[in-house]
């Protein structure tokens, strides 16, 4: 397998009569031979776009796509050496699942073609659906189907758009693990269009947070989560979503809420001034009153079996603040309760840029 790398990549759409919409804007990416990952943002945010200027399938208003040590841009799809498997499967009815993956090894001899579906077939788990049409076909099964169809021509790398997005919330558990097992035992390189940051977060090696045709971090799932940069990762990756509370970073070190509540976060030279707290809910837990950072009213607590979600809201403000609890709490609305914030899990944001501070 071939390495990846994108630089200052851009797409801007040009329309008599309109403004320019500039979809994507300086991509710059490195993928390393062998590994997957994720492209992950809201939707319009740039990345199936991004996608389909890597396979070719979208020309680049400027920047280079190189794989390996050869520049494809200009190059049409079909001579990159690029596989791609679109959420829409894209098969074709009338065709068996062996026709279907064997459509793209057409200047192949027969030999060649049916020892290479065969192949693909065997390591997709497809072996006994080769003579059936896509029309009696399961959701995942298509998916595989449009997969070997993209590897079995052997591509130096593999694209991926929303491969999991028609199917149920079992099947996508089970074609997830099929997925990640088949991409690591094979060693694709690979780009993965995504928007289930759960999806993301799990299969990826590294993921790259877009928004509004800019990349916004790019890191290993673990750092995006715990290292968000901005507020748009620190907003956009979490479920339940990081808590953001504006406030204003005194000198002594506190926080001031809009509350009127001070939070200790310690010594940040450049952040005096208009920041907004972050904390995840996990980072929230109960407190007695003495070692409570803030207190309010409980809103709503939600029992989810593993674990019980509190959401309170702060005097003085309307802001309200998250906590992950124990499950089974059984806390009545009206009630007041004090938090603690783990000191080290909190993030501090500059409320003008955006950009994390601390």
């Known amino acids: 397998m071939s390495d990846l790398a994108i630089r200052d990549l851009r797409k801007t759409y040009r329309t008599k009569g309109r403004p320019e919409v500039h979809a994507v804007r300086g991509f710059d990416l490195e993928v390393d031979s062998g590994e997957l990952v994720g492209l992950l943002g809201p939707s319009g945010c740039g990345k199936s776009t991004t996608l389909r200027m890597i396979a070719g399938l979208e020309d680049a208003t400027s920047g280079d796509i190189r794989v390996g040590s050869s520049s494809v841009v200009g190059l049409p799809p079909q001579r990159r050496n690029i596989g791609v498997a679109f959420e829409n499967y894209a098969l074709y009815p009338p065709l068996s699942v062996s026709e279907n993956i064997a459509f793209g090894l057409r200047a192949r001899g027969k030999g060649d073609r049916k020892k290479r579906v065969a192949d693909v077939a065997h390591r997709i788990g497809?072996?006994?659906?080769?003579?059936?049409?896509?029309?009696?076909?399961?959701?995942?099964?298509?998916?595989?189907?449009?997969?070997?169809?993209?590897?079995?021509?052997?591509?130096d790398v593999l694209l991926l758009d929303e491969p999991l997005s028609h199917l149920d919330a079992g099947q996508r558990d089970t074609t997830r693990r099929e997925?990640?097992?088949?991409?690591?035992?094979?060693?694709?390189?690979?780009?993965?269009?995504?928007?289930?940051?759960?999806?993301?977060?799990?299969?990826?090696?590294?993921?790259?947070?877009?928004?509004?045709?800019?990349?916004?971090?790019?890191?290993?799932?673990?750092?995006?989560?715990?290292?968000?940069?901005?507020l748009f990762v620190a907003r956009f990756v979490g479920e339940p979503p990081m808590n953001l509370l504006d406030g204003a970073h005194q000198a002594d070190g506190t926080v001031r809420l809009s509350t009127e509540t001070r939070v200790a976060v310690g010594d940040?030279?450049?952040?005096?001034?208009?920041?907004?707290?972050?904390?995840?809910?996990?980072?929230?837990?109960?407190?007695?009153?003495?070692?409570?950072?803030?207190?309010?009213?409980?809103?709503?607590?939600?029992?989810?079996?593993e674990h019980g979600l509190l959401t309170v809201e702060l005097p003085g403000a309307e802001e309200r603040i998250v906590a992950q609890t124990a499950p089974g709490l059984g806390l009545e609305p009206g009630r007041e309760v004090s938090?603690?914030?783990?000191?080290?899990?909190?993030?501090?944001?500059?409320?003008?840029?955006?950009?994390?501070?601390r």
């Open 126 to 155: 497809l072996t006994d659906i080769l003579d059936a049409t896509p029309v009696g076909l399961s959701s995942g099964q298509k998916q595989r189907v449009a997969l070997a169809r993209a590897i079995v021509r052997r591509p």
């Open 179 to 230: 997925l990640r097992h088949l991409q690591q035992e094979l060693g694709y390189t690979t780009i993965l269009v995504i928007h289930d940051q759960e999806e993301a977060l799990s299969l990826a090696d590294r993921v790259v947070v877009m928004n509004d045709g800019v990349v916004q971090q790019v890191g290993t799932p673990d750092e995006i989560y715990d290292d968000p940069m901005n």
């Open 268 to 305: 940040v030279p450049d952040a005096v001034g208009p920041v907004v707290l972050g904390v995840r809910p996990e980072d929230v837990v109960l407190a007695g009153e003495a070692d409570a950072d803030v207190s309010g009213v409980v809103v709503v607590y939600e029992n989810l079996l």
């Open 339 to 357: 938090l603690a914030l783990r000191r080290d899990r909190t993030y501090l944001f500059s409320a003008e840029t955006g950009r994390r501070v």
